[in-house]
């Protein structure tokens, strides 16, 4: 298994501002996964951040407005940029420890984000 | 029609019953079946993992995959208040991961 962290846990923000959402992991992995869960929706796939490549993203998601970085094998953040009330949701890192891409996926314990 | 259907409840049980909680999915493709236990304002916690099909128990809890029917549950037994949750069903073509919606279980003393 892994553990992840985020920061923050939650946080409430403004119409038109940015959030940055910080992922660490206690084990070096290659591959992590940015989430979004909505109420009563499924988890939905925003990007996969690969260390010393850009992110891929989900149909749906762009760059721009979800930039990811992922600096080394422990660590990533995402942003969200100008934001809406539409994107008040949570936002979950995951990663598969090792490095499997689709075999198991452990979750961090999510940021709750509510945009007014 | 979705990859993953699950049914969203909620289900409410009595302490000690026997919980069946089902999915069921479209795409024969998926090899890789998995059980998530969320609590309220957490992150999904990794509960069972199953690869192709046939049973596998952990305590009181057993996952079955039914690859002919496309339909996966999860059983608990002597159901506690600490199961509580929203269970999350989650499969892998290998390629791609897809989770279903959550049932919200609880559990009453």
């Known amino acids: 298994s892994a553990v992840i962290s985020q920061k923050p846990s939650r946080d409430i923000c403004q119409r038109g501002t940015s959030l940055t959402i910080q992922c660490q992991v206690d084990?070096?992995?290659?591959?992590m996964f940015w989430y979004r869960q909505q109420p009563g929706q499924s988890l939905t796939l925003i990007a996969t951040a690969n260390q010393g490549s850009e992110a891929t993203y989900e149909s749906g998601f762009v760059i721009d407005k979800f930039p990811i970085s992922r600096p080394n094998l422990t660590f990533s953040t995402l942003t969200v940029s100008n934001m809406s009330p539409e994107d008040s949701s949570i936002y979950l890192c995951s990663v598969d420890p090792l490095d499997r891409i689709t075999d198991t996926q452990y979750f961090g314990p999510g940021t709750r984000l509510t945009v007014l | 029609q979705k990859e993953v259907e699950q049914d969203p409840g909620p289900l409410s049980v009595p302490e000690g019953a026997i919980v069946s909680l089902n999915c069921t999915y479209s795409n024969s493709a998926f090899q890789y079946f998995m059980w998530y236990r969320q609590y309220s304002r957490k992150g999904p916690e990794l509960l069972m993992y199953t690869y192709s099909s046939g049973n596998k128990e952990d305590g009181r809890f057993t996952a079955q995959v039914d690859k002919s029917s496309k339909y996966i549950s999860l059983f608990i037994r002597d159901s506690q208040p600490s199961d509580s949750a929203t269970y999350l069903c989650?499969?892998?073509?290998?390629?791609?991961?897809?989770f279903g919606t959550g049932t919200s279980l609880t559990v009453i003393p």
């Open positions: 989650a499969m892998s073509t290998g390629n791609q991961f897809y």
């Open positions: 084990s070096q992995v290659t591959m």
